[in-house]
């Protein structure tokens, strides 16, 4: 487990960020609407697609971090399962939305050819991760049977709690906390190689 104090300076870092990033997206939107209903060709220097994508993988480690938070507070193993649960739910939509966002990665891919062993690298890395993901068919049971609706049946909701595997799940959320700093770390070397 990652010491307390290393996450709730992570949390307190990544807030900052995120009310950094929206600050960014907020200027860059209110340029480019100004831009584009002058026609002016600047336009496209001013979109977000990339700074949209870095502030949602900087809150989905904001999410991984305040559940790694509760799990350091909790006092059983039934509470730590439940907080997990969230953790696997964070992690399942990150895999949907990181597919969401595949356009905005070739797009990076296109405009930032000096990157190409990076980013092969950063692609590389969310594969491995989306199969993880993938072939980990009890987090999406356990994501549709306990956190996205409550199971009106008992006994199923219960067998799909007990689906959780406290160290191995652990051990998957920090895993998945590395992989999105390393991602943020490659998507900061690309906003600031911007002109």
Partial sequence: MIKIETIESDIEHLIEHLDFMNGIINCYSIVNDIFKTNNIDLAK?????????????????????????????????????????????????????????NPTLKLIKEKYP????????IIDIIKQFKKRIHKEERIADIRNNISAHINPIFLEYYKYLNKIYLEEDLDLLIRFKLILNEIDSFLYKVRTGKK
């Fill in 114 to 121: 000096e990157l190409e062993i990076e980013f092969k690298d």
């Fill in 45 to 101: 220097d001013f979109e977000v697609q990339i700074e949209n994508l870095q502030s949602i993988l900087v809150l989905a480690q904001l999410e991984i971090s305040l559940v790694l938070k509760s799990i350091y507070y909790s006092k059983s193993e039934i509470e730590k399962k439940h907080i997990i649960k969230r953790g696997l739910l964070i992690l399942y939509e990150s895999k949907m939305t990181l597919d969401k966002l």
